[in-house]
């Protein structure tokens, strides 16, 4: 990896490649994001009351603050209009619908001051999706909603994306983890003992990258990207959202970034939607990735 591009116009086949290459891409905010965020703004300041969701935190209980993502999470995540708003992105950035599938948007909120980093609002550390049984050619995009800075990020070590890491991924199997651990995620407040895939050796956090747009800007990357949450002490909570795409092409010829260590079994494919109509992943395709991540022949 070594380009950051910024509002380029490639087309999406060429971005793909790029970003399997381990570069970056960023958008500045768009009329359609900036609908989206004002779309979640709108669920956060209804969950919050009539308090500053950004500072909320130092208002509230931790348990009264965990009740309220509880709730408000999954209603943006399942909520009709969010697919919408993702359909709508993905056209503009010049996905075909009838190849690109996405998964839900997740929200994310990282508090401040080890207020809450566990369960519902894990601080995540660093990682590649990729063992988390997402495929090599998963994109992820990512934007906040309300402003951030350098402190209350993520952020990117882009040394490993050609170095393998020693880790957990092959304990992981992530139909296992939807049956037991992800629903369990609101019960873990002060400290999250679900087994997630780590690192196995000292990591390197430096050199790293954090990315500051302005809200509704948008970051995309490849899923094999070691990232991580910047730990937050900046007095404000972040609020973001990602979610994740692949191109039916390259899920069925196994193109995307090097599998250099994620051994991981069972795959998210089985989740995602296409674009144009909802519909889901064709099975046969989904099954081949079941055993992990099918390997080029
Ligand atoms: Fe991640």
Not at 246 to 258: E, S, T, Y
Request: glycine share 6%; aromatic share 12%; with cysteine.
């Amino acid at each position: 990896m070594n380009t950051v591009y910024y509002d380029q116009d490639f087309s999406d086949k060429n971005r793909r490649e790029s970003l399997y290459e381990g570069n970056l891409f960023v958008y500045s905010p768009t009329s359609t994001t900036l609908e989206f965020v004002k779309f979640a703004r709108s669920l956060i300041q209804e969950a919050f009351g009539g308090l500053d969701p950004v500072t909320a935190q130092y208002e509230l209980p931790v348990e009264e603050y965990v009740a309220i993502l509880k709730e408000l999470k999954p209603r943006f995540i399942h909520h009709p209009k969010s697919k919408e708003y993702l359909q709508a992105i993905l056209q503009e950035r010049g996905c075909d619908p009838e190849l690109t599938f996405f998964d839900v948007p997740r929200m994310r909120s990282s508090t401040s001051d080890d207020y809450l980093t566990a369960g519902i609002a894990y601080a995540f550390h660093p990682h590649r999706d990729t063992w988390y049984s997402a495929p090599m050619c998963q994109i992820n995009w990512w934007l906040p909603i309300y402003e951030v800075e350098q402190g209350n990020v993520m952020a990117f070590h882009p040394r490993y994306f050609d170095v393998p890491i020693r880790n957990g991924s092959s304990e992981y199997n992530y139909q296992k983890w939807k049956a037991t651990s992800r629903k369990e995620a609101a019960k873990h407040v002060k400290k999250d003992t679900r087994n997630q895939p780590k690192p196995e050796e000292p990591i390197e956090l430096n050199p790293q990258i954090r990315i500051i747009t302005q809200p509704g800007g948008m970051i995309l990357f490849s899923a094999a990207h070691l990232h991580s949450s910047v730990p937050n002490y900046t007095g404000k909570t972040r609020f973001s959202i990602d979610f994740r795409t692949v191109n039916l092409n390259d899920l069925k010829q196994l193109k995307g970034a090097p599998n250099l260590d994620s051994a991981c079994t069972g795959t998210t494919m089985g989740d995602y939607l296409r674009a144009s109509d909802l519909k889901g992943v064709p099975v046969s395709l989904v099954e081949r990735y079941m055993t992990g991540h099918p390997q080029k022949q």
